[in-house]
């Protein structure tokens, strides 16, 4: 029996074994059974080093990798050490690219990613660059860094009649060729561009006649006077104006850059041109009549307009935009008839910007979905305000940390110009700040909204104190036809017994608050930390 047992212990291991290599063997041949352009789709979402190394694997593997259609090729230095990379590091990265490119067959590159350091290398990577741009690149993401000689862009990439998504992440000087035609181009982001005059602005946005998407991310526009945006397709627009990061190269590249500046002189008078198409725009009706009934002293004035490159979007199609800054850029939008969502969020508030966030902010007045932070409220005096127009299409707002007892005059008197308003959001109300008053205030007038139309609310990183309870009691005690309002706690107040205790006595509150819509829903959430983790980082 036990002979038996043996037996068939053997046979079953010799089984499995048998079947473990047939597993293996159909496995191995499904591989070799894709077609080359499956197996090619699947070699490109591989970063291109590490696709290069499937040409161990058999004959046939050699030289697929060769005609994928995706190249991703990243130095792997680190771009912000004043140190470089050793050279024989650099030398393998110099010579892997361009083995890669010489062996390519005639295939279209679809997507082409380049990530290194220039340092004195400049014609090399222009090399690169035309080769994408000669196997008809569609999609090319260009992130240069350390510039250390005169760097000029090849001329066929402005002229690249396949491209249709371009990134430049490049701080220096952005010297254009004499004619510029993106025919395909459909998503433009910019970052760290550094515009030499309005010319060049002007002239690279010209050439874009189909550009449906713009991102203008930490660009420099101190050169620049005047910008106008008129391509009719556009519509998403993205702007972050932060303060222009420190001195990007030395005096010798500088005094390149000016003998590169002075070689177009010639393109003068169409600079020229251009500023008067735009001098009207900053001479429209509205502003005009603005300005002559504000009684702002000259000073406002002054500060208004002085200063700043200013930037003009025509926005017949524009339906997203979103502003992160300080307000370097003087923005306007000339028609926002089509837009849907407008986020606006200053970095901080002072006179010259809290004007130009009104004026900004006025040329939203058609969005149907609006996003402002504290700053951009704060911008808003009464003196302002009473210039702001009646918001007619919106109908959902997002206030982003904003500080409800200091802004409460403020947020009354924007809601008021918000009558079609159905969906309130509040994130971070009263963050970090203390108030030693009264909580006697209340919503006086109560806004339109409030009466009609104002069926959920919204407050997210709820701390329970007690000028958020407040708070909620007016906001349950205003809105009459409310059905909902949701309540986030902020789960980083909650890491002890003493916050679950807070949070537990907040609730039993907000549940006893009186309510004008009886219909009202109250409901009171704590997220997880990890989840908030991850919007922070995201």
């Known amino acids: 029996m036990e002979g038996v047992d043996a037996s068939s212990l053997i046979h079953n291991a010799k089984y499995q074994k048998l079947s473990k290599e047939h597993d293996v063997g159909e496995s191995e041949n499904r591989i070799s059974n894709l077609t080359d352009t499956i197996a090619q789709h699947i070699l490109s979402f591989l970063p291109t ?84 741009v000669k196997h008809k690149v569609q999609v090319l993401n260009i992130r240069l860094y350390k510039i250390r000689e005169p760097f000029i862009l090849p001329c066929c990439l402005f002229t690249c009649e396949s491209l249709q998504e371009l990134k430049l992440n490049i701080y220096y000087p952005l010297k254009l060729p004499s004619f510029v035609s993106f025919s395909s181009l459909k998503i433009l982001t910019l970052i760290r561009i550094v515009f030499p ?43 972050e104006d932060k303060e222009p990061p420190p ?54 004035d002054d500060q208004s307009d002085s200063g700043g490159c200013q930037f003009v979007v025509f926005g017949s199609s524009l339906k997203y935009f979103s502003y992160f800054g300080g307000f370097f850029l003087d923005c306007y939008i000339q028609d926002s008839s089509s837009i849907v969502e407008a986020d606006l969020m200053a970095c901080y508030s002072d006179r010259k910007i809290d004007y130009r966030a009104f004026k900004l902010l006025k040329g939203l007045s058609n969005a149907k979905s609006l996003k402002l932070d504290q700053f951009a409220v704060k911008a808003l005096d009464d003196e302002l305000l009473a210039h702001l127009p009646v918001f007619n299409s919106l109908t959902h707002v997002h206030f982003d940390w904003v500080v409800l007892f200091y802004s409460r005059q403020v947020l009354l008197s924007m809601l008021q110009k918000f009558p079609c308003l159905s969906s309130l959001k509040f994130e971070g109300l009263s963050s970090m700040f203390c108030y030693f008053g009264t909580y006697d205030w209340t919503l006086d007038p109560v806004p339109g ?38 309540i986030s706690f902020n789960p980083w107040e909650l890491k002890d017994a003493g916050g679950l205790k807070k949070q537990q006595e907040a609730q039993e509150q907000i549940l006893s608050f009186p309510r004008a819509s009886l219909s009202c829903l109250i409901a009171i959430s704590c997220p997880p930390k990890e989840k908030k983790l991850l919007e922070f980082f995201l």
């Open 49 to 132: 080093k590490d696709a290069a190394k499937t040409s161990i694997l058999s004959k046939r593997w050699t030289y697929l990798w060769l005609s994928i259609p995706v190249l991703d090729f990243h130095d792997g230095a680190n771009h912000y050490s004043d140190s470089d990379e050793p050279p024989y590091k650099r030398n393998y990265f110099l010579d892997f690219v361009e083995r890669v490119l010489l062996l390519r067959d005639y295939s279209t590159i679809t997507n082409f990613s380049l990530t290194c350091n220039v340092l004195y290398d400049s014609s090399r990577i222009n090399t690169w660059i035309s080769a994408a």
């Open 197 to 239: 005059d309005d010319h060049s602005a002007q002239m690279l946005f010209k050439g874009c006649s189909i550009l449906e998407e713009l991102h203008l991310i930490s660009c420099s526009w101190e050169n620049v006077k005047a910008v106008c945006i008129s391509s009719p397709r556009i519509h998403k627009l993205h702007i």
């Open 247 to 300: 001195s990007y190269v030395t005096d010798d590249d500088m005094d390149g850059e000016n003998n590169s500046v002075d070689q177009n002189d010639d393109s003068d008078d169409e600079s020229d041109n251009v500023d008067d198409q735009n001098n009207p725009v900053y001479q429209n009706d509205d502003i005009d009549d603005q300005h002559s009934s504000d009684d702002q002293s000259d000073d406002t």
């Open 449 to 486: 909204c409030f009466l009609t139309h104002l069926k959920t609310i919204e407050i997210s990183m709820f701390c329970g104190s007690e000028i958020e309870l407040h708070a909620v009691r007016i906001l349950l005690k205003s809105a009459t036809v409310l059905e909902k309002i949701v």
